[in-house]
């Protein structure tokens, strides 16, 4: 790939950049925009998913900036489906309509609810025909990415988990690089949870390198080997938050950092019954 973004080596010799785009929860008349913004910053790694309802305005603003679909890496993701490997078979070919592509670098299965042992061989015909150049998981639990692995052929090449300075999820790390599992952040800034933003050492080690309290977190998870897709639809911190590979964190910076976590989700947690009858309620979105 053309991108000077560093890159890690997924299980299966696919490169990826440690640093995306990503574009939950902006808005569908931004999205274009935003996606716009950070292809023309120099982002080459896109996420996106089907649940999220703007896989399409992704593929136009690809198709617009002119650039090889071979430097991209673009990234979606299969919803919770009602039962049968054919169902998911046609959530992908609608999300390649959708991005106007005729393959993804990485298709995740969203949530680890559902038949997803079906979907997941669905998943692994995908891959063995060469219309995903990788498979993995989103939200997975230890336990349950360790069956899966175990119970199947093709071990997921990344798992997408929340992950921030307050839920820094270091076993569940540990356990996916001894499984040859690579870790993506999701929610890297916790949405501002619990004042990250003004948080007294997040901000003060930012100030010692002349960068925000964003910029430091990204820092942290990428010289962790984490990869990352931080989102904004705003400009100035969609630059920032490339900006992020010209200084390096300190052993201690990393384990006054490591203090923070608090062992909790800053969202929800897949475990909850409650939380698991509202995302099973929203099949096929």
Not at 1 to 30: K, R, S, W
Not at 130 to 145: E, K, T
Not at 232 to 250: A, C, G, K, M, Q
């Amino acid at each position: 790939m053309a991108d000077a973004t560093p890159h890690v080596t997924l299980n299966n010799g696919v490169e990826m950049p440690i640093l995306g785009f990503g574009v939950y929860q902006i808005p569908l008349a931004e999205t274009e925009a935003a996606v716009t913004s950070a292809l023309e910053v120099g982002y080459r790694h896109l996420d996106t998913a089907a649940s999220y309802g703007n896989e399409e305005a992704v593929g136009r603003a690809v198709r617009a900036s002119g650039l090889a679909r071979a430097d991209l890496f673009i990234t979606t993701k299969l919803w919770i489906q009602s039962p049968g490997e054919d169902r998911a078979a046609r959530a992908f070919a609608r999300s390649l309509e959708r991005l106007g592509t005729d393959y993804v670098d990485l298709y995740l299965i969203h949530q680890p609810l559902g038949d997803y042992y079906r979907s997941w061989r669905a998943l692994e015909h995908i891959y063995a025909d060469g219309r995903a150049r990788a498979i993995g998981v989103s939200n997975f639990h230890p336990d349950r990415l360790v069956d899966l692995i175990l119970s199947n052929d093709v071990v997921p090449a990344v798992n997408q988990i929340e992950a921030h300075p307050f839920h820094q999820r270091t076993e569940d790390h540990a356990i996916m690089r001894a499984r040859g599992v690579q870790m993506e952040a999701w929610g890297p800034f916790a949405e501002g949870k619990n004042d990250l933003f003004t948080n007294a050492v997040l901000a003060a080690i930012g100030a010692g390198h002349g960068k925000s309290v964003s910029q430091v977190v990204l820092r942290w998870l990428t010289q962790r080997d984490i990869v990352v897709i931080p989102k904004s639809v705003h400009p100035e911190r969609i630059i920032e938050n490339f900006d992020v590979f010209d200084f390096t964190l300190s052993e201690d910076e990393m384990a006054r950092i490591a203090a923070l976590d608090t062992g909790r989700t800053q969202f929800f947690d897949h475990r909850d019954p409650a939380m698991v009858e509202w995302l099973i309620g929203r099949r096929d979105a």
